[in-house]
């Protein structure tokens, strides 16, 4: 029997170290909770270690430059010349932690 309750004890270690360590890709970041609030622990790319069931992973978002286009628009001049005006904007997220902590709706917005 002991080796038998060995075997679980090591495979339930195993679990545990395995689900602490995160792989976070390159040009991404992530927001670690602990407990439930935000702590200030930010992941950056690279092999990363949390403490399982009280660190957790909320939110990971790249941080490369991203493209939103916007569509054209129809539009008339102060001398009554109709144009269309088309744009593209470049933007990308400079520091995670402010839109994701200071807005509900970060997640809605920026997914892609």
């Given at each position: ?37 935000y702590s200030g622990k930010k992941l950056t790319p690279g092999l990363s270690f949390i403490v399982p069931f ?14 939103l286009d916007v569509p054209p628009q129809q539009c ?37």
């Amino acid at each position: 029997m002991e080796p038998f309750a060995f075997l679980i004890a090591l495979i339930f270690g195993g679990s545990i170290a395995a689900s602490s360590v995160k792989i976070i890709n390159q040009s991404d970041e992530a927001l670690v909770e602990t407990l439930g609030k935000y702590s200030g622990k930010k992941l950056t790319p690279g092999l990363s270690f949390i403490v399982p069931f009280l660190d957790k992973i909320v939110y990971k978002q790249t941080i490369r430059e991203r493209v939103l286009d916007v569509p054209p628009q129809q539009c008339i001049t102060r001398d009554n010349v109709s144009i269309s005006v088309d744009a593209v904007v470049y933007w990308r997220i400079v520091d995670l932690e402010k839109p994701t902590t200071k807005s509900r709706t970060c997640s809605r917005q920026w997914s892609t």
